[in-house]
C-alpha cells in the first residue's frame, strides 16, 4: 500500500501520528511561503500544510491543481481560528515532512468538484474528471449501495442470480433492436436485448422457479432524461405465483431499499387501478406527493341547460386556495387546454356562501352550482377548474394542468404505486391490429378472457391484462406482468396483433414450442436501476447515476462511439454502405 490512511480516517485521536497519504491536489494556496493544498482521495478530503524550508522531496511551488501526490506528515490540531467545525478533518491538518508527485495534471478542460457544473458535452468528453468530484462519486457509491442491497434481497428469498446471453434474436418490448452483424454468418444479425424477458420465462419453463438479474438492456430509442440507449434493469421472473404475489414480494424489497438509503419511513406501495388512475389523476403514472384528485362530475350536470358541459364526461379540478389566480395565469390555463384538444376551460371561483364567480355562472343552475361545490369537496377561495368532452381527453387535460400545480420538492420524499388492470392493448394500428400496451406475452385478466378470446377490433380495447406498474413519484419505474403461460393463448395475442403463424413461428416458434413441454405458470417483473438511483440520489436526469453515459443524440464524446467502421471490417461482415453522409466521411 502507498498510504496507510484514507482522508476519511483521519480523526483527531491521530493527532501526532504520522501518516502517509495519496490523493489529487483539490485547492491550493500558494503565496509564495507555506503551501496549503486540500488534499483529496476517494474517502474525502484533508488539508495538508507543506512549508517549503522543512519538505523534502519537491519545490511545493511547482504544486499544480489535480496533481496526483502521495505524502508523508503529522497529523496536528489546527490552530485557533481556522478550525472548520461543519466539514469533515475541518479540525485538523497534516504537517507535510515530504512530497511526491506521482503524476502531474496539465491545464484542465474542466473544472473539477464545482458547484457550478461545466458544459454538458464537456462533462461528457473529460468524464474522469468528472467523477472525481463528490456528485459522481456520491451517486455511482450509492448506486453500488442499492445493488448490493437488491443482491442480497433476491438472494435471502431464494432467487437465482442467471446471465442471460447478449447476442440474440430480437424481444419485442416496443422499441427498436440495436443490431450485430454475424461475421460467421454473413447476412445475418443479433439483437442485443431489450430485456432478457423471453430467457427468462424460459428459465421458469426450465424449472429455475425464482430468477433475478442485474441486466443490461439496449433500446434504441431517441435518448431523454429518464432513457438512454443501454439501461440496466433488475429482472425477475417466478412460477407458481400470481400478480399479487409478485407486487407484494417486489414492493417489499424497493421499500426496504429506500428506508435503508434515505434512513427514513417508507410503506410498502400502495394499489391503484389503470382506471382508477386515468378517471382520478389523468395519467398512468400518477405522482402522489400531492393529493389533487380529478373529480368525475358528468352527473352534476347531466340534465344541464349550458351547452358546453353537455357532454359525455364532465371532469373537475379542485385546486385548493388557488381562487384568486390571475385572468392572465387562467387565460394560459386554457390555452394550455385548448393545446390539448379541450374546446376550452371553465374556471370558477368559489366565494363565502356558496357563490361564485366564473364568466359561465349564469348558465348554471342553483342545483347545479351547489351540487358541483359538494362533490368537489370546494371551500371558499377555491378554484375550480372544468372540462368537458370524452372522458379519456378530459382526464387527460385535467391531469396536464393538475401537474402544473403540483409543486415539488425535494423533501416530499418518495411515493411508491402499484398501477394495476392495464389494459392489455393500447389502440389499433392502420391496419386495424391491436398494439400490445406492455410486450405480446402478457396475460389477460382472467375475467377477461371470454372477451379476449372472442373480440374483435376495438372491443378488444376493453380487455383488462394482468400487467402492473411500480410508479414512483410520476416516474415508471418498472413494469412486470403475469405472462401467458398457454400456447393456444399466445398464439392468438400474436394472431392479434398481425403476426401470421409463420412470422410467429420464424421468430417465437422456441417459446411457443417450449410452451408444449409443460410450462408453469408464471410472473415477474423488471425495474430501471438508474432511474431508482436517480431518485434516491435526487437526480432529474438518469446520466448522473451512470458512469460513462451518452449524450442526448446517443454520442459518446469521450469516446466517440458511434464511429465507422474500416472498409476491411466491414468487408469481413459482408456488409457495403449503401451511402455515406457528407459529413460522416469527413
Ligand atoms: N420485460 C419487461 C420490460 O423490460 C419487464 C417484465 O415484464 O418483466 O419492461
Known sequence: MMRTHLTSALETALIGSTVELCGWVAKRRDHGGVVFIDLRDAGGVVQVVVDPSKVVGVDPHLIRSEFVLRVVGVVKDRPEGTIKSDTANGAIEVAVDSVEILAACDALPIPVDEEVAADESLRLKYRYLDLRGRRLQGNLRLRARVNHLLRQAFDEREFIEVETPLLIASTPEGARDFVVPSRLTPGSFYALPQSPQLFKQLLMVGGLDRYFQIARCLRDEDPRADRQFEFTQLDMEMSFVDSDDVMDLVGEIVASVIRDVTQESADNPGRMTWADAMATYGTEKPDLRFDLPISNVTSVFSATEFRAFQADSVG??????????????????????????????????????????????????????????????????????????????????????????????????????????????????????????????????????????????????????????????????????????????????????????????????????????????????????????????????????????????????????PSLLEGSQLKSLGLSLAAKKKESRS
Open 316 to 561: 373537475a379540478l379542485r385546486i385548493p386556495e388557488s381562487g384568486e389566480l390571475t385572468r392572465a395565469r387562467l387565460d394560459s390555463l386554457i390555452e394550455r387546454a385548448q393545446s390539448l384538444g379541450a374546446p376550452g376551460l371553465v374556471w370558477i371561483r368559489v366565494r363565502e356562501g356558496s357563490l361564485i364567480d366564473s364568466p359561465v355562472a349564469k348558465f348554471l343552475s342553483e342545483e347545479e352550482k351547489s351540487a358541483l361545490l359538494t362533490k368537489t369537496n370546494a371551500q371558499p377561495g377555491d378554484l375550480i377548474l372544468l372540462a368537458a368532452g370524452s372522458l379519456a381527453m378530459t382526464s387527460e387535460v385535467l391531469g396536464v394542468i393538475r401537474k402544473e400545480f403540483c409543486v415539488v420538492t425535494k423533501d416530499l420524499g418518495l411515493h411508491t404505486i402499484w398501477v394495476t388492470d392495464f389494459p392489455l392493448f393500447e389502440g389499433l394500428d392502420d391496419k386495424g391490429n391491436p398494439i400490445s400496451s406492455h410486450h405480446p406475452f402478457t396475460a389477460p385478466h382472467p375475467d377477461d378472457l371470454d372477451l379476449f378470446m372472442h373480440a374483435e377490433g376495438e372491443d378488444l380495447l376493453s380487455v383488462r391484462s394482468q400487467a402492473y406498474d411500480l410508479v414512483v413519484n410520476g416516474w415508471e419505474l418498472g413494469s412486470g406482468s403475469v405472462r401467458i403461460h398457454s400456447r393456444e393463448i399466445q398464439e392468438r395475442v400474436f394472431s392479434l396483433l398481425g403476426i401470421s403463424p409463420e412470422l410467429a413461428h420464424a421468430r417465437f416458434g422456441f417459446l411457443l414450442e417450449a410452451f408444449r413441454y409443460g410450462a408453469p405458470p408464471h410472473a415477474g417483473f423488471a425495474f430501471g436501476i438508474d432511474r431508482l438511483v436517480a431518485l434516491l440520489a435526487g437526480e432529474d436526469n438518469i446520466r448522473e447515476v451512470i458512469a460513462f453515459p451518452k449524450t442526448q443524440s446517443g454520442a459518446d464524446p469521450l469516446t466517440n462511439a
